[in-house]
């Protein structure tokens, strides 16, 4: 893990405290298998007491991690950038090297004689490696909606949903969001537009984030936008207070994904599949661990 110095910086004391800090939960985060957005930390610094609840520690906090990452004080790869990536097209040494690669990467549709055939949305990007964690190995479609979703993406997923209608199963979308106005009215969005492309009910979940889960996990609270449209009516229900979901700790959005996920596989139908889709790994194993004998006449 990369931790690399381009400039020479000397640090005061409070300032090496929230390095240090920064450092303890970028490596708890890497033990769980995830990398975090500069939010996501900020959001640990204020949910451990570490730093208040404000802009001004949210700025504070992203300069010294500026700093200290080009002084060589926190690896480069523990934060990211989801909103900006380059795309590199898939090249390969050879022939051989991509049966190898497909070897390991083959899989089946496992969702295809299940009952059931969910995807998982979340509001934002910055979620995106969590519902990958949770998601890849169910062989679940996961999204990012980014706010309120275009209508483009809404009605290529009630074409979707048509064809699993079609081949008699039922569509589930599980969603997640922040607990403020806009965060909470997504979730009624996406139900009324999608019912409307697919021409009947389609099942949304909302599994968070909500007003339990808030008493539970206890995330820090923010105000919640004046200026929003839905304020008034928020208010009158929730308070004044909002909640993000980055806020929550990686593993507990995993884990809840992970529930409504098992809950609705057909256990039996999925070991048939499981041990299909190890045959056909197998199989190209065997076509890979053979490729020279196997084109040496060609």
């Known amino acids: 893990m990369p931790k690399i110095a381009y400039v020479a910086k000397k640090f ?4 090496l405290l929230i390095i ?5 939960i970028i490596a708890e985060y890497a033990a769980q298998g995830y990398d975090l957005t500069l939010r996501q930390l900020y959001y640990q610094h204020v949910a451990r007491g570490l730093l ?24 480069w790869n523990s934060i990211v950038d989801r909103t900006r990536y380059v795309r590199t097209p898939a090249s390969w040494s050879g022939p051989d090297a991509i049966i190898e690669a497909s070897a390991a990467q083959y899989s089946i549709d496992f969702w295809a004689a299940q009952d059931y055939r969910p995807e998982v949305w979340v509001e934002k990007d910055a979620l995106v490696s969590v519902l990958e964690v949770a998601c890849q190995p169910w062989h679940v479609p996961f999204f990012s909606c980014r706010g309120y979703t275009s209508d483009s993406e809404i009605w290529a997923a009630a074409q979707r949903i048509r064809k ?11 969603h997640l969001g922040d607990h403020d106005p806009s965060g909470i009215d997504m979730s009624r969005d996406i139900t009324d537009r999608l019912n409307m492309f697919v021409g009947s009910k389609v099942e949304v979940r909302r599994i968070a984030l909500n007003m339990a889960q808030v008493r539970q996990y206890n995330p820090p609270p923010n105000p919640a ?19 993000e979901l980055d806020a929550l700790n990686p593993t507990t959005i995993t884990d809840l994904i992970e529930a409504q996920i098992r809950g609705l596989i057909d256990p039996l139908a999925w070991e048939v599949d499981e041990i299909r889709c190890d045959e056909g790994k197998r199989l190209l194993q065997a076509v890979s661990s053979r490729w020279g004998e196997l084109t040496s006449n060609l």
């Open 225 to 243: 936008k004046l200026t929003d449209t839905r304020y008034a009516s928020y208010r009158q229900r929730y308070g004044a207070s909002s909640w």
């Open 52 to 75: 208040a609840n404000n802009d001004k520690s949210y700025d504070r906090l992203g300069a010294i991690i500026s700093d200290a990452r080009r002084a060589g004080l926190i690896d």
């Open 20 to 24: 240090e800090n920064s450092n303890v």
């Open 12 to 15: 005061g004391a409070a300032s």
């Open 164 to 174: 699993v209608m079609a081949a008699k199963q039922s569509a589930v979308i599980i």
